[in-house]
């Protein structure tokens, strides 16, 4: 009626909420609204304008139902509200499926906060869409430098090897904000859904890069130091000798 108090339900009603018609009938319509949902922008409102909006509705055995529920002002000719209908199309699976996904989403956004790689996506045009705390971390870049940036512009990536459909790694040099230099190993594959976007994760490996250049230098010294070198394991068994060792005792090294 004009106030809002249910004069009529369709036998639909009453299957999707399971209350009778005896029970709702007489009720104010927003007594069958879970309460968060009567306040605010979506709050129904009995006027002379159509409302539309989403509601969680409550069922006779407290469970609940989202409806998409559209409010039509039945209007006379003095241009007064004699009744309103209500209609409501259930659109419970729906919102359980958005659930599920944002619930999943941040699962997924709490897991990436936490890891120590950084982790980039991409647009189809290789603008970074998404950076997570390592890849600024990593990178020494706030997110304002990161998140709207062309990804060749953050890593040392060369674009046709980012169109690769079954992605790829690798290893570079990137210059960092205080002008040192950081060596990233990085590998990227294609968002699934055919987007277009890629995701990338790298990590940063200076300190294993520095290691592998010293040992290799320190390698090297040997090969070709004036001095016999010979090492040996635990055991006392020789596993390597350099060529003066060789040159100084006639010994080959095989």
């Given at each position: ?50 409302w539309r909006g989403e509601l969680e509705c409550l069922a006779f055995d ?73 890849a600024e971390r990593v990178l020494h870049k706030p997110m304002r430098e ?109």
């Amino acid at each position: 009626d004009p106030l809002g108090f249910v004069t009529a339900v369709n036998d639909l009603f009453c299957m999707t909420s399971g209350w009778t018609r005896a029970k709702v009938v007489g009720q104010r319509f927003d007594h069958f609204i879970a309460p968060d949902s009567r306040v605010g922008e979506q709050s129904p409102m009995l006027t002379q304008q159509v409302w539309r909006g989403e509601l969680e509705c409550l069922a006779f055995d407290h469970s609940r139902y989202w409806v998409q529920r559209i409010i039509v002002p039945i209007l006379s000719g003095e241009q007064r509200i004699e009744k309103f209908i209500c209609l409501d199309i259930d659109i419970t699976l729906q919102k359980r499926a958005e659930q599920t996904l944002q619930e999943q989403k941040e699962r997924a956004e709490v897991t990436l906060h936490s890891i120590a790689d950084g982790v980039l996506s991409t647009d189809a045009r290789g603008m970074v869409i998404y950076a997570n705390a390592a890849a600024e971390r990593v990178l020494h870049k706030p997110m304002r430098e990161i998140l709207g940036w062309p990804l060749t512009r953050i890593l040392p990536l060369d674009g046709q090897l980012l169109s690769l459909p079954q992605g790829g790694r690798g290893r570079g040099e990137v210059a960092l904000k205080d002008g040192s230099l950081a060596v990233l190993e990085w590998s990227f594959s294609p968002l699934r859904g055919g987007e277009g976007g890629r995701v990338l994760a790298f990590r940063d490996v200076s300190r294993e890069h520095r290691l592998q250049v010293q040992l290799r230098r320190l390698s090297e010294a040997v090969e070709h130091a004036a001095s016999g070198v010979l090492i040996t394991n635990r055991e006392g068994t020789i596993e390597y000798v350099n060529p003066k060792f060789t040159e100084m005792t006639g010994y080959s090294a095989i």
